[in-house]
């Protein structure tokens, strides 16, 4: 195995372990099967675990450098999934931060002399 080949199947088995997958169902990964996962999945760019159930995993060679491998998350290049993910959560949350009174915007709350 390449140099190269090598340095991206490093790459893909971290990814997996960082996002929770055990050895075993990287190793199936691996061997060209689809897994099937209920649990939880830890995104590395968003620090964010997403629960998940009856997903379906796989690894994918791009089809512009058969060397990289894509991991897919029902179809889906799993980065980007984590990404929507991500996004929906935001979208969730933020209705339910109110900002600050406009009474309380710009008063002084220090001490009186």
Avoid at 31 to 36: H, K, M, R
């Amino acid at each position: 195995m390449s140099r190269p080949k090598l340095n991206e199947h490093l790459r893909t088995v971290l990814l997996c372990q960082y996002i929770g997958l055990t050895i075993d169902a990287i190793k199936q990964l691996f061997n060209g099967e689809v897994v099937s996962f209920t649990g939880k999945l830890h995104s590395p760019e968003h620090d964010q675990t997403f629960n998940v159930q009856d997903v379906k995993l796989q690894i994918f060679k791009e089809q512009d450098n058969p060397n990289k491998f894509r991991l897919s998350l029902n179809g889906q290049n799993i980065l980007d999934w984590f990404k929507q993910k991500y996004q929906d959560m935001k979208q969730v949350i933020r209705p339910h931060i109110k900002p600050p009174a406009k009474s309380e915007v710009g008063k002084n709350k220090g001490f009186k002399r």
